[in-house]
């Protein structure tokens, strides 16, 4: 791959050129948008400056943040507080987003989507009310092991690291999911299956492949 330096504004700015002549494949009303990468990745980070960047040019965004949609923990803990294979596989509720965020953005949908369903931190529903979505929002969903999952994205955004970028950046704490995204590199292989690469091993200096 041929990745170019380039700064984190003018990276935002090219995006948000792309997301503006985004058309949902499907023939929906909404664009839906993924910025994946691992929490060392900061994906939440490019996405709220991408959020931020479509609302000065006029653009609705709703951002969905898949830690709103982690199951409850007597699911995502049955193996155990640190199962690799759990964190890819379980974790996240792909049942719930395509419920309550993509099937809702289908052609002749209602575009009625529900911003959060869980607060893993409580352990309970957010109870977060459901938001109508006028045409031509941008649905902007990031977090960590989103690809791969037949979620249907109009335009897909991975953030790139190294397995020593990776393991260096990642907190103690959270050291054990490590094996779940060497597999899910092996498996989902985001770094080619990608529509945007951005390398982030030193964050100051992003990379892309973006022209």
């Not at 504004?9 to 009303?29: I, K, N």
């Not at 006029?58 to 943040?65: K, P, T």
């Given at each position: 791959?041929?990745?170019?330096?380039?700064?984190?504004?003018?990276?935002?700015?090219?995006?948000?050129?792309?997301?503006?002549?985004?058309?949902?494949?499907?023939?929906?009303?909404?664009?839906?948008?993924?910025?994946?990468?691992?929490?060392?990745?900061?994906?939440?980070?490019?996405?709220?400056?991408?959020?931020?960047?479509?609302?000065?040019?006029?653009?609705?965004?709703?951002?969905?943040?898949?830690?709103?949609?982690?199951?409850?923990?007597?699911i995502r803990l049955e193996y155990g507080h640190q199962d690799a294979d759990a964190y890819l596989d379980l974790w996240l509720d792909t049942n719930a987003l395509f419920r309550e965020v993509f099937t809702p953005l289908d052609p002749g949908g209602s575009g009625k989507v529900l911003p959060d369903l869980w607060d893993p931190r409580t352990d309970r529903a957010t109870r977060s009310p459901y938001r109508q979505l006028a045409p031509g929002t941008v649905v902007l969903v990031d977090g960590p092991l989103l690809l791969g999952r037949w979620f249907p994205f109009d335009l897909t955004v991975h953030l790139l690291m190294s397995p020593q970028a990776l393991a260096r950046r990642t907190p103690d704490a959270e050291q054990w999911t490590l094996p779940a995204f060497a597999r899910y590199d092996a498996e989902v292989r985001p770094a080619e299956n990608a529509d945007v690469l951005v390398r982030v091993d030193d964050p100051n200096h992003p990379a892309t492949d973006l022209s």
């Open positions: 791959m041929r990745l170019h330096p380039i700064s984190w504004t003018r990276l935002t700015e090219q995006l948000a050129d792309r997301v503006e002549q985004l058309t949902p494949a499907d023939g929906g009303q909404w664009p839906r948008v993924a910025v994946d990468g691992a929490g060392a990745a900061e994906p939440g980070r490019l996405a709220e400056a991408l959020a931020d960047e479509l609302r000065l040019r006029g653009r609705a965004v709703q951002r969905i943040r898949a830690q709103g949609f982690l199951r409850p923990a007597s």
